[in-house]
């Protein structure tokens, strides 16, 4: 008996190419997913680096991925397990630190320490940003319309999206749109004077983006960091225990539950097309697969440029993928320990090891550090964002040893002189020397160092430019426009070719909005 055609190619591995292929295998679709690497996650990988050490490589968190999603998918029957962070530990250079907490009470005693008039504006910032991120959920979840068309579906999502704006009342409207616009620092300072807390709060607006926290457009970035949820609280983030890739593979898990087939170590070449009309792919090993429609999981320019290129596509397109902005500047520097670090200003363990540790001591600090990628460096005093995922989890490091991970901004992918090996361990030695400011024993315990630039994220994971968002997250670059205008609801110029990549709406992340709504989109034009 001969199997029947797949329905739908899948390619890559990616969590949102995972969670596509679940939707479409769970509305029984017939799905194969092609995956480059020997292991599926994209960025979203574990691995044992250094013996007895693994790492959550590129991605870390958990936060933003849709509670839809893990209730359709039931991802903690297989193996799902998020751990909280429940603290933030920004060090200072005077001895000094800002602290905060998940507990109320004790979070407004640390503000009040550095700044009465902070500790009482923080819950109404707080209750403000909440509403603001419910705000934007729904749109979160919903499948842009097209505002120059007029198709009866487009207008029925602008009328539907036209009252929700208008629900939120004038007040709320007025701050959502100062959300979108404004940068980070401006935007809090409206509401803090502690520097150190305006600091790291605007570093969640700098996350991904070759921008500044004061360059406009940063507090939507801050804002869709802050639209965190678990378990349906907002701003809350995690761990997955066992590594970003445990995520993945519970993803590829209920994928497999449904049908799916998922082959890893396939590249693909190109996608096959006749007449304009996707009819499967061909892989590098020379295999052709043919299936009654295909979906991307990689970025735009790999998906336009590389698979389907730009002879089958039209020039007014092409030239806006052309002009879709990547420009990754963020590394990753994973280090296997001896033993813990020791802060000045909090000395030997505790649970201000166990959540988030932020070099992040004030605005200017962050300018400067994207004063240095401006002009093609990477930031000699960088922006850290660090956890030591074996406080949480112990299965990560072996006993009494550890696992450090640290995000990096800035590491410009377009690097003056470009990034060698000897600029490589450069910038990790950048890394290094910032932290033993605030943690002096930190060179004396590292066992083991792992440095990653954007050119390797490039290399290894396939996000163009090394950008962990498949493109940035500006407001040109959002909802209806992302990633070009009139393309924005999953289909492309292709007829049978669709995307479901983070260079889609809602956008980065480990969200699987992207892969989420492109099954429903093409589930509904299907049907």
């Known amino acids: ?50 013996p007895g050490f693994t790492f959550s490589v590129f991605s870390y968190v958990v936060s933003l991925l849709r509670p839809e999603i893990i209730r359709d998918l ?25 602290a905060q907490w998940s507990d109320h009470d004790q979070n407004r ?59 939120l009342g004038t007040e709320r409207f007025h701050a959502l749109y100062k959300l979108m616009t404004m940068s980070s620092a401006d935007y809090l300072d409206e509401w803090f004077e502690t520097e150190a807390l305006k600091a790291t709060k605007s570093a969640s607006g700098i996350i991904g983006t070759f921008l500044g926290p004061r360059s406009p457009g940063t507090a939507y970035v801050l804002l869709h960091h802050y639209m965190g949820e678990i378990d349906g609280v907002f701003r ?35 996608v096959l097309m006749t007449n304009g009309r996707a009819l499967g792919v061909a892989l590098e090993s020379g295999e052709e697969i043919r299936a009654r429609l295909v979906v991307s999981g990689a970025d735009p320019r790999r998906t336009f440029l590389q698979f389907v290129g730009e002879e ?47 070099i992040s001591p004030s605005v200017p600090y962050l300018e400067r550090a994207y004063d240095d990628a401006k002009y093609g460096q990477f930031s000699r005093r960088p922006y850290l964002d660090i956890l030591i995922p074996s406080m949480i989890d112990p299965g990560m490091a072996p006993p009494g ?45 590292i066992l083991h160092r792992q440095v990653i630039t954007p050119a390797d994220i490039e290399r290894i994971a396939g996000l163009t430019e090394g950008n962990i968002f498949h493109g940035e ?41 992207s892969g989420r709504l492109a099954a429903l989109q093409i589930l509904g034009d299907r049907a």
């Open 312 to 358: 089958h596509l039209p020039d007014d397109f092409v030239a806006a993928i052309r002009r879709f902005k990547f420009r990754g500047s963020s590394g990753k520097v994973n280090l296997a320990l001896d033993a813990l670090p020791s802060f000045t200003c909090l000395p030997g363990g505790g649970p201000h090891l166990c959540g988030s540790i932020s």
């Open 74 to 98: 039931d991802l903690p029957c297989h193996g799902l397990h998020i751990l909280p962070l429940e603290s933030t530990l920004t060090p200072l250079p005077d001895g000094d630190y800002l």
């Open 401 to 445: 040893k550890h696992v450090m991970s640290i995000f990096v901004q800035y590491a410009p992918y377009e690097l003056s002189g470009g990034w060698t090996d000897a600029r490589r361990e450069a910038f990790g030695d950048a890394v290094i020397d910032t932290l033993a400011e605030y943690a002096p024993n930190i060179r004396s315990i």
């Open 109 to 167: 005693r640390e503000l009040f320490r550095h700044s009465p008039r902070d500790a009482e504006a923080y819950d109404e910032f707080g209750r403000l940003m909440l509403h603001m991120a419910r705000a934007v959920k729904p749109i979160l979840g919903m499948v842009p319309p097209d505002p120059a068309s007029l198709s009866p579906k487009d207008l029925l999502g602008l009328a539907r999206l036209g009252r929700h704006f208008r629900s």
């Open 1 to 50: 008996m001969t199997a029947r055609p797949y329905d739908a190619i899948v390619i890559g591995g990616g969590h949102n190419g995972l969670v596509c292929a679940a939707y479409l295998a769970r509305a029984g679709r017939r799905v194969l997913v092609l995956e480059r690497r020997e292991r599926v996650g994209g960025a979203a990988v574990s691995e044992e680096v250094f």
């Open 473 to 513: 997250l500006v407001l040109q670059q959002l909802f209806f426009l992302r990633p070009a205008s009139a393309w924005a609801k999953y289909r492309t110029p292709i007829r049978g070719l669709y995307q479901c990549g983070s260079g889609t709406h809602p956008g980065g992340g480990i969200m699987g909005g």
């Open 236 to 270: 809350a983030w995690g761990f997955a225990k066992g590594g970003t890739g445990s995520l993945s593979e519970a993803i590829a898990g209920a994928a497999r539950r449904f049908g799916a087939e998922i082959r890893t170590g396939a590249s693909v070449s190109k």
